[in-house]
């Protein structure tokens, strides 16, 4: 049990280590072809692939710059506040069927929900400790947004909740059915849009908001923990797309065997993923005050109506 | 002897959670403290300063802040209960059929409502 107990927990290591970098470099390399640019590619010869390792390497060695009026335990907790509840979320996440999940608590969506929640606190402890005005306003921007978007994205995972019957991660995924695409489709669309705001990516990225703001809750960070809260979108970036294939694109189901299912997982998230960073080449940023329309009057009215559909259908199934 | 191997089962679950937990830590730690191996330290009064635009700070680091938004923050709360009932309702309800899905649909209808109303008075508007 304890050999069981270090595999799991090395294997969301592994994860939550090698998939963010995964799509930190598919995002260098699409964003260059998608805008017609170059982006680096010096380092390692061969098209730039060593920029990531190099970025590493610089963000190990560069001085650790905390402001003098500075909230300092908040300020150094905060980067640790924001990378660990994804962590946890990956370990709830099933990879494939049978025991390829971290865990499989009966509660695993509403512990999920719980945990993607915490990313709040994160922002507004770099956002307020940091003693800058800039940070201020894109932490309180921050916090209204991600209370905001809380809502649809709960309202969403409880519709799937309803329509398979349980609060189990695996348990959802066999109880999907193809004919889900269809019935949970806004609901897919809430989540994935929903979760988008809750890692604060393009078009959702007015807490950053780089021309405006300098870097939003971020300006004051530099060196390793600016790199871990940058970690800590990447990993977000694969939670939410690996959320979505699991609860609406029925996460390890597909054609061929079922031992190859892993397969299809990482396929589905990867894809997602790829959308992600799509749109944050394609989309500009939305203003703070549209931020909040599109989410109580459109994303949170949608979800409701969702959930009394997918009600009314599970009944009558 | 059967719900004790169920018992054990659950808590285990827990506990690669709490070990994850204290990995996930020991990570960030282990990053940490490699970083104050590499990293020079040269600390000036201009590195200590807050930073706006590269000129000196302008007042101190209080600053008002409208917010428009706490009556959002009002429905959030409004709604975040609600959320915390569905969960264990979507578990459970086809076990009890339409009578729970009436009752739930009455309790989301009263909310959906509470939501238009503040629409309706302009709450949702940015003003």
Request: proline fraction near 6%; charged fraction near 10%; hydrophobic fraction near 60%.
């Amino acid at each position: 049990m304890l050999l069981e107990l270090a595999v799991k927990v090395a294997a969301v290591l592994a994860a939550f280590l090698v998939l963010p970098l995964a799509v930190g470099q598919t995002e260098h390399k699409l964003m260059a072809h998608m805008q017609g640019r170059l982006g680096p590619m010096h380092a390692g010869r061969f098209h730039g692939w060593a920029q990531l390792i190099a970025d590493g390497v610089k963000f190990a060695q560069k001085e650790d710059l905390v402001p003098d009026a500075a909230d300092k335990p908040v300020f150094r907790l905060a980067p640790a506040v924001a990378l660990l509840p994804y962590l946890l979320v990956i370990l709830f996440i099933p990879l494939g069927p049978g025991d390829l999940v971290g865990s499989s608590l009966d509660m695993g969506l509403f512990v999920v929900v719980a945990l993607v929640g915490v990313g709040v606190l994160a922002v507004l402890m770099a956002g307020w400790s940091s003693a800058n005005k800039y940070t201020l306003i894109g932490a309180l921007r921050g916090a209204a947004q991600l209370m905001a978007y809380e809502l649809p994205l709960v309202l969403a995972a409880a519709s799937v909740a309803v329509a398979a019957g349980t609060l189990s991660l695996p348990a959802i995924v066999e109880a999907w059915h193809p004919w889900w695409l269809l019935w949970q489709a806004p609901a897919a669309v809430v989540f994935f849009t929903a979760g988008l705001a809750e890692i604060r990516r393009p078009p959702f990225d007015a807490p950053i908001a780089d021309s405006e703001l300098v870097f939003g809750y971020l300006t004051e960070y530099a060196g390793l923990r600016f790199a871990l809260l940058l970690l800590a979108e990447y990993v977000g970036i694969v939670v939410v797309s690996a959320l979505t294939a699991v609860l609406f694109l029925g996460g390890w189901r597909g054609p061929g065997p079922e031992s190859l299912g892993w397969l299809w997982t990482l396929l589905k998230t990867g894809a997602l993923a790829a959308v992600v960073i799509w749109l944050r080449v394609a989309w500009p940023r939305l203003r703070v005050d549209q931020i909040q329309a599109l989410c109580w009057k459109g994303l949170v009215p949608v979800a409701l109506a969702q959930l009394v559909l997918t009600t009314a259908v599970a009944l009558a199934l | 002897m059967a719900s004790s191997r169920l018992v054990g089962a659950a808590l285990s679950e827990y506990l690669v959670f709490g070990v994850l937990l204290l990995v996930g830590f020991a990570f960030v730690a282990a990053a940490m403290t490699a970083n104050r191996l590499l990293r020079p330290s040269a600390p000036s009064p201009g590195k200590g300063a807050v930073y706006e635009c590269g000129v000196d700070p302008v007042g101190g680091d209080w600053a008002q802040v409208q917010i428009r938004y706490y009556v959002y923050a009002y429905l959030f709360v409004l709604f975040a209960v609600e959320a915390v009932f569905l969960f264990p309702w979507a578990a459970v309800f086809r076990d009890f059929g339409p009578a729970a899905a009436a009752e739930m649909g009455l309790f989301v209808g009263v909310l959906a409502l509470g939501l238009a109303y503040a629409w309706r008075k302009g709450v949702l508007r940015w003003r």
